[in-house]
């Protein structure tokens, strides 16, 4: 499998055919040779991987909307993984990961004070 060419920037579809990101990253074992650990999703993953000047402000913004001090990136184990075409499709539901900070912080700060938002699902 080519890394590069079937899993990065691939659209991430959990089990109910839901959107869940891109993938902007691997984590590789240490092994000899190197197997996928987990796909590493959001924009602290993609600034790391990007590197340089704007990697740097990638990763940056990300940290600084994260209520944590070091955050990592969004991580999902590669066995979840259930399948590979034009896009990753996972064996588990969207609400089993865990809400990317991003996301988080821009439905608490953002969405959430639109008039109506709350009813959007509705």
């Not at 579809?13 to 197997?35: M, Q, T």
């Not at 602290?44 to 990300?62: I, K």
């Not at 969004?74 to 990961?97: F, K, M, N, S, W």
Request: aromatic share 4%; glycine share 12%.
């Amino acid at each position: 499998m080519l890394v590069g060419f079937h899993l990065l920037d691939r659209q991430v579809i959990d089990h109910d055919g839901l959107l869940v990101g891109k993938v902007d990253d691997v984590e590789l074992s240490d092994e000899d040779p190197p197997r996928i650990v987990a796909l590493l999703l959001g924009p602290q993953a993609l600034g790391q991987r990007m590197g340089g000047r704007l990697g740097r402000v990638v990763a940056g913004l990300a940290r600084w909307l994260h209520t944590n001090a070091d955050p990592l990136p969004g991580r999902i184990p590669y066995e979840e993984v259930a399948g590979l075409d034009t896009a990753v499709h996972l064996r588990i539901p969207r609400g089993d990961l865990p809400r990317p900070p991003l996301e988080g912080w821009l439905c608490d700060n953002l969405i959430d004070r639109i008039p109506g938002a709350t009813r959007a699902g509705e």
